[in-house]
């Protein structure tokens, strides 16, 4: 499929060449902005937030379970996006990437040892 973009007028024209490394670049921003989030909710809103509002325990690790998931699904995307230009920050980025993954994997399984144990 040839990526393209609309303009105003609705004609449709292909990407310009320089497009996808941006697209790659904004998937990586969004990736590691998501994977953030779970880590700011998991360690510093969530223990101190649900407390005070009376909120069920479990509630933290089920969030952030979910939040690891769509992490993990935006880490790969990304990185997907970067091997398929063969982007300049290929190495570094499939680095980072596969750090961050086991990472919230990690993360992902203290949050179900919580809820079962």
């Known amino acids: 499929m040839d ?3 609309a303009t105003p007028m609705g004609v449709t ?9 941006r697209r790659a670049e904004r998937a990586f921003s969004f990736s590691v902005v998501v994977s953030g989030i779970r880590c700011i909710l998991a360690y510093v809103v969530l223990p101190f937030v649900t407390p005070l509002l009376g909120i069920a325990p479990g509630v933290g690790p089920t969030l952030g379970i979910a939040i690891a998931v769509v992490a993990i699904v935006a ?3 990304s990185l997907g996006r970067f091997r398929r230009l063969r ?3 290929l190495k570094g ?3 980072l990437h596969v750090a961050v993954i086991c990472f919230l994997l990690v993360l992902i399984g203290i949050d179900v040892a919580e809820l079962v144990g």
């Open 93 to 95: 980025i499939t680095v």
């Open 13 to 21: 024209l292909p990407d310009a060449p320089c497009e996808a490394p």
């Open 75 to 77: 880490n790969a995307i």
């Open 3 to 5: 990526p393209t973009t």
């Open 87 to 89: 982007h300049r920050w």
